[in-house]
């Protein structure tokens, strides 16, 4: 059965440090992985989407990038943490078909301080 | 493009009484739809979706949605509230073709409150 990770579940960073935020899908392949945020009162709001390894579309400019070094492996990072980077982040996957739906991670609340 | 509108981003009730959470969509086919819901502090989770057939469609721990077409509406019911039904509820319909197929757009969220 396919199953997906990320950690770490909680991170307190200081403003100005990097950011490593993994999330990794077991038991398929080329699956579409998807990296979104939720900050307090403003929904889900999807910042990266990858169809592919290499490939990444970025939804909004920010302070953020990601990668995807491995077909089931989807990377967020910052170089610099501003304190509106804190939120939920939460990574899912998905097939390309219209009526699978996503399977989400367990999510990484990250509070920059 | 595809777009979906959650009406009342809180909704309360009492325990054992009718939750009702209203999900309206713009599509310009037919639709794909799902619930999701999300408690607090965990990721999101499939509650039911409709692709095709059956209009009416049940899901898990009670819940259940109708797609009705003439009203682009997929609202959530439930017709006894549990303490444990008090989460964040996200509706969203599934994007069409090239490079966004299967990509999901999310409505807003409602938040339930359930009150002993």
Same mark, same amino acid.
Request: hydrophobic letters at 35%; glycine letters at 10%; aromatic letters at 12%.
């Given at each position: ?6 950690? +770490?579940?909680?991170?307190?960073? +200081?403003? /100005?440090?990097?950011?490593?935020? !993994?999330?990794?899908? !077991? *038991? ?17 709001? #999807? ?6 390894? *290499?490939?990444?579309?970025? !939804?909004?400019?920010?302070? #953020?990038?990601?990668?995807? +070094? ?10 610099? #943490?501003?304190?509106?980077?804190? /939120? ?12 699978? /739906?996503?399977?989400? /991670?367990? *999510?990484?609340? #990250?509070?920059?301080? | 493009? %595809?777009?979906? &509108? ?18 309206? $969509? ?5 639709? $794909?739809?799902?619930? $999701? ?7 999101? %989770?499939?509650?039911? =979706?409709? &692709?095709?057939?059956? &209009?009416?469609? =049940? ?7 109708? @797609?009705?077409?003439?009203? &682009?509406? @997929? ?13 964040? $509820? ?17 409505? %807003? ?8």
């Amino acid at each position: 059965s396919q199953t997906i990770h990320q950690w +770490p579940a909680t991170l307190v960073q +200081p403003v /100005g440090s990097p950011l490593s935020l !993994e999330c990794t899908v !077991e *038991g398929t392949s080329n699956p579409n992985l998807y990296w979104y945020r939720q900050a307090a009162g403003r929904g889900l709001q #999807l910042l990266f989407y990858s169809v592919g390894i *290499g490939q990444i579309s970025s !939804e909004v400019p920010q302070n #953020l990038s990601a990668s995807r +070094p491995q077909d089931r492996q989807f990377i967020l990072s910052s170089k610099k #943490l501003l304190l509106s980077d804190s /939120g939920f982040y939460l990574c899912a996957w998905s097939v390309s078909d219209r009526g699978s /739906g996503y399977t989400f /991670g367990s *999510g990484t609340r #990250l509070t920059v301080v | 493009a %595809q777009s979906v &509108t959650q009406l009342g981003s809180h909704v309360s009730v009492s325990e054992g009484a009718l939750v009702l959470l209203r999900c309206n $969509y713009s599509s310009s086919v037919p639709p $794909y739809l799902f619930w $999701y819901v999300q408690y607090p502090n965990q990721g999101l %989770q499939l509650l039911l =979706k409709y &692709t095709t057939g059956a &209009t009416l469609v =049940k899901g898990i721990n009670g819940f259940e949605a109708e @797609f009705k077409k003439s009203e &682009t509406s @997929f609202h959530l019911t439930k017709p006894s509230a549990h303490m444990s039904d008090a989460a964040e $509820y996200f509706c969203a319909v599934s994007n069409l073709g090239g490079t966004s197929y299967g990509k999901l757009t999310f409505g %807003q969220g409602t938040i339930l409150t359930v009150h002993p």
